[in-house]
């Protein structure tokens, strides 16, 4: 019904009635960065209280571990006394605060740093700021890394590239069509197919898929954040990205909703729940290396973490933890690190882009 719609429905309806059917990622950018209704400018979705938790907010030793693994890449760059840190989707700065803290064990980092937020939304900047306030160091919120200065630079980017809208064709005894969100037969916001097939998009999959059968789907991102960020750390830099998603392309739908940290249907009350798709890692990698960059991995967030010596970190917090405390630790290094369906740890994977100068980087060594 009508009246039963989200406001940013409406301005869909709007604009599908004007320019006709809107492509999947058009429709994903919208949904999640619409400036007055967006899901993400609207709203803390992080937390028990909202609709996902994500790594950091499950235990301390998750930040820690990423602020440790920052303090020893910079050492490979020659401790610089100006480094930018870079946070892409800092969420409410617990990650970069446990970092911070635990980087301070690192002689000369913490007063070197000039820390950098790429955030879009007004209610989670004032949580960040609330949360890394007592800092000791400058601070600086952009709405986009390529406003960020340059200069060396690390930059962490943890659950953010899902969240960046994702193309979908489909393939059709034509050829290959673009997605689409349009208007159904019954009223409703539905999924069709674009009426001209793509150019030549069949020669620009990677051999393997392109004999793909009818109905298969492909998924693809702008290349415009990778290629920013092995424009910036082939230079003296460094970019750690942890998010879910698959080591090598391929094919298949993988946009979802959440709310109420349960899956919900990605059409209905757009800007009122989450969407994200699977990071295609092998893509992400190829497009920052055309820049000069060089990769690491990517590996699974549970061999990472192991490399990095997270079960010795929950050992020491468990010497130290109050009676009770230590079932919640266990719990949190299981979460972080499980291989099972409800884990993280085969799912999120861990990849680095870095300057080619840089030698072996923590945590993708062979697996522990």
């Known amino acids: 019904m009508a009246d039963a719609r989200s406001p940013l429905e409406s301005e869909i309806r709007r604009l599908i009635a004007v320019a006709g059917p809107m492509p999947v990622a058009e429709y994903m950018r919208l949904a999640l960065s619409h400036p007055q209704y967006g899901y993400y400018v609207t709203r803390d979705p992080l937390g028990a209280g909202g609709d996902f938790i994500t790594a950091p907010e499950i235990s301390q030793m998750f930040g820690e571990l990423i602020g440790l693994w920052m303090a020893s890449v910079w050492q490979q760059m020659g401790a610089p006394e100006n480094v930018r840190v870079v946070e892409l989707g800092p969420g409410r700065g617990t990650l970069m605060s446990d970092a911070l803290r635990a980087a301070k064990v690192v ?113 693809w991102r702008s290349d415009a954040l990778a290629l920013e960020i092995g424009r910036r ?56 290396e ?17 490399n990095l010596g997270i079960r010795e970190r929950a050992a020491a917090l468990k010497a130290r933890a109050p009676a009770g405390k230590a079932a919640e630790i266990d719990s949190a290094l299981s979460c972080l690190t499980a291989r099972e369906a409800r884990g993280m740890g085969d799912l999120f994977k861990a990849l680095a882009i870095v300057d080619p100068k840089l030698g072996p980087l923590p945590g993708f060594a062979a697996p522990q």
């Open 107 to 219: 002689k000369d980092f913490c007063p070197a740093i000039v820390l950098h937020l790429v955030e879009i939304s007004p209610i989670l900047q004032l949580l960040q700021q609330q949360r890394l306030g007592d800092l000791d160091l400058p601070i600086w919120w952009h709405p986009a890394l390529d406003e960020v200065p340059g200069g060396p630079v690390i930059i962490i980017a943890n659950e953010f590239v899902d969240a960046l809208p994702v193309h979908q064709a489909v393939k059709q005894t034509d050829g290959w069509h673009e997605r689409v969100v349009e208007i159904g037969p019954d009223g409703n916001l539905a999924f069709g197919v674009a009426r001209d097939s793509l150019p030549f998009f069949a020669t620009a999959l990677p051999r393997a898929l392109r004999q793909a059968p009818e109905g298969a789907i492909f998924e």
């Open 233 to 288: 750390v082939r230079a003296n830099g460094a970019a750690l990205i942890l998010d879910y998603g698959h080591s090598r392309c391929g094919l298949g739908d993988t946009l979802q909703a959440v709310a109420g940290q349960s899956f919900a249907q990605p059409l209905q009350r757009p800007g009122e729940v989450d969407l994200t798709a699977h990071v295609d890692f092998e893509t992400l990698a190829l497009s920052a």
């Open 290 to 306: 055309c820049m000069g960059a060089k990769s690491h991995g990517p590996v699974t967030q549970r061999d990472f973490l192991f």
